[in-house]
């Protein structure tokens, strides 16, 4: 049976430039189970009102987190070969580093800095009718606003914010390091978490000091071409 992956449209030379849309899809590739691509504008649509989520069967699914769980859980799929306890605990940690707060960041300089905003503006809400175009892209930013506030970064200056940014990414290079992938030779699931913020943070059309931040780092440049090249070697991403 093809698993059905719902995410957003690609862009931005990424696969997707949802790091979320894109993790999901490099832990059903890490699966080996067949399936398909489906694409949706509106959030809202998807069960829990954001996006990725499969639907495999009778299950639909949600969540990265839980889409890798239920992948585990009924196809016996390991996403972390070879790793010690210990290195599964750096692993989950250095995931939530990277999930919880420097995903934050990244959601600031594209939705709140006014140097990322017009461009972020025009790819998600430009091929709106007239008629709403301008209302939704200030709904939508608005509870952006909300959403930074009550995580907390919002609370913060400018500067401060994209200081954590550029603390995450540093400790990101450098477990790194000159390793293949983050644990070695062979990529683990916290590939398919480090490599979309990577990617993404990366992008050259949405610049600023988060971008400034991860090109400081050399070691992200090859790293990203080698997960490209394993998981996106099709021309586009």
Same mark, same amino acid.
């Given at each position: 049976?093809?698993?059905?992956?719902?995410?957003?449209?690609?862009?931005?030379?990424?696969?997707?430039?949802?790091?979320?849309?894109?993790?999901?899809?490099?832990?059903?590739?890490?699966?080996?189970?067949?399936?398909?691509?489906?694409?949706?504008?509106?959030?809202?649509?998807?069960?829990?009102?954001?996006?990725?989520?499969?639907?495999?069967?009778?299950?639909?699914?949600?969540?990265?987190?839980?889409?890798?769980?239920?992948?585990?859980?009924?196809?016996?799929?390991?996403?972390?070969?070879?790793?010690?306890?210990?290195?599964?605990?750096?692993?989950?940690?250095?995931?939530?580093?990277?999930?919880?707060?420097?995903?934050?960041?990244?959601?600031?300089?594209?939705?709140?800095?006014?140097?990322?905003?017009?461009?972020?503006?025009?790819?998600?809400?430009?091929?709106?009718?007239?008629?709403?175009? /301008?209302?939704? *892209?200030? $709904? &939508? %930013?608005? +509870?952006?606003?909300?959403?930074?506030?009550?995580? #907390?970064?919002?609370?913060?200056?400018?500067?401060?914010?994209?200081?954590?940014?550029?603390?995450?990414?540093?400790?990101?290079?450098?477990?790194?390091?000159?390793?293949?992938?983050?644990?070695?030779?062979?990529?683990?699931?916290?590939?398919?978490?480090?490599?979309?913020?990577?990617?993404?943070?990366?992008?050259?059309?949405?610049?600023?000091?988060?971008?400034?931040?991860?090109?400081?780092?050399? /070691?992200?440049? *090859?790293? $990203? &071409? %080698?997960? +490209?090249?394993?998981?996106?070697?099709?021309?586009? #991403?």
């Amino acid at each position: 049976m093809t698993i059905t992956l719902v995410q957003f449209q690609s862009g931005f030379g990424v696969p997707n430039p949802s790091p979320f849309c894109m993790k999901a899809e490099i832990l059903l590739k890490m699966s080996g189970q067949d399936y398909e691509s489906t694409i949706i504008a509106d959030p809202g649509k998807a069960p829990k009102g954001k996006l990725p989520y499969i639907v495999d069967g009778s299950d639909t699914v949600a969540d990265t987190a839980l889409i890798r769980r239920h992948l585990e859980q009924k196809y016996g799929c390991d996403f972390d070969p070879g790793l010690s306890v210990a290195d599964k605990a750096v692993s989950h940690a250095l995931a939530r580093m990277t999930e919880e707060r420097f995903y934050w960041t990244m959601v600031y300089s594209r939705w709140i800095d006014e140097t990322n905003w017009p461009v972020i503006n025009k790819f998600w809400f430009g091929a709106m009718p007239p008629v709403i175009r /301008n209302l939704i *892209p200030i $709904i &939508a %930013r608005r +509870q952006v606003k909300a959403n930074l506030k009550a995580h #907390g970064i919002g609370r913060h200056d400018v500067q401060d914010i994209y200081g954590f940014g550029a603390d995450d990414l540093a400790a990101l290079s450098a477990y790194l390091n000159d390793k293949q992938f983050m644990f070695g030779d062979i990529p683990t699931s916290l590939d398919a978490t480090a490599y979309p913020m990577i990617a993404n943070a990366l992008v050259e059309e949405l610049p600023g000091p988060l971008l400034d931040a991860a090109k400081a780092h050399a /070691n992200f440049q *090859p790293y $990203i &071409a %080698r997960c +490209q090249q394993l998981w996106f070697p099709e021309p586009g #991403g």
